[in-house]
């Protein structure tokens, strides 16, 4: 047995709630700082929920005429946000995938998810066609050297990669190949702006 798998059997799951008001609490960023991402995901990632919840549900919704949601990987899934808007939206055969937040993935959504790393895809252990690739908040963790051959190895299940993110990384566009298609925003209770990223590539 792998030692995140020891992580995830030992959680026990908590309301969707109290996760959201928890890490809203605590801070992810200070989090990561503290225990480092994979670390943090080890530790909470049956407890994961995205705080931005309905930034990500505002920006899927408005940009339904531009992506194509009939076959998404719902890539770094966390719990199901992106799954979920999907659903209720009418699109039914979403796949996810996430090493850590298998467990919370499960409670939203009733289904299991695929336990792909960003090094998994890496290694080209990538299985299946997808009309899009939806990534929310988490590319900008990939190391800097992972990104150009993680985003080639999406493209060739893909052709188009939709990146949600609270910043502008990670910038694809500067990788060669890789042509930013759109890019829309829309602003948290505070006033931060949540990015959506939609890229294609001439691999």
């Excluded at 960003?118 to 080209?124: L, P």
Aim: charged share 25%.
């Amino acid at each position: 047995m792998k030692s995140k798998d020891i992580c995830l059997s030992t959680f026990v799951f908590i309301p969707h709630n109290w996760a959201k008001k928890f890490q809203m609490s605590d801070g992810i960023r200070n989090q990561y700082s503290d225990l480092g991402v994979e670390g943090f995901y080890c530790k909470e990632g049956a407890n994961y929920s995205n705080p931005h919840f309905s930034q990500v549900e505002e920006l899927l919704q408005k940009n339904e005429h531009r992506i194509d949601y009939s076959q998404v990987l719902d890539f770094c899934c966390g719990s199901g946000e992106v799954s979920f808007v999907l659903e209720q939206m009418g699109y039914l055969k979403t796949i996810a995938s996430d090493p850590f937040t298998q467990e919370a993935y499960k409670q939203r959504m009733g289904k299991k998810c695929q336990s792909w790393t960003f090094e998994d895809i890496v290694k080209g252990k990538l299985v299946g066609t997808y009309s899009a690739v939806v990534c929310s908040f988490a590319m900008h963790l990939c190391a800097d050297d992972l990104l150009f051959p993680l985003s080639y190895q999406l493209f060739q299940h893909t052709p188009h990669l939709i990146i949600i993110t609270p910043h502008k990384r990670p910038e694809l566009e500067k990788l060669e190949g890789i042509h930013l298609d759109f890019e829309d925003f829309c602003l948290t209770d505070r006033g931060k702006k949540v990015r959506l990223r939609a890229f294609r590539s001439t691999f």
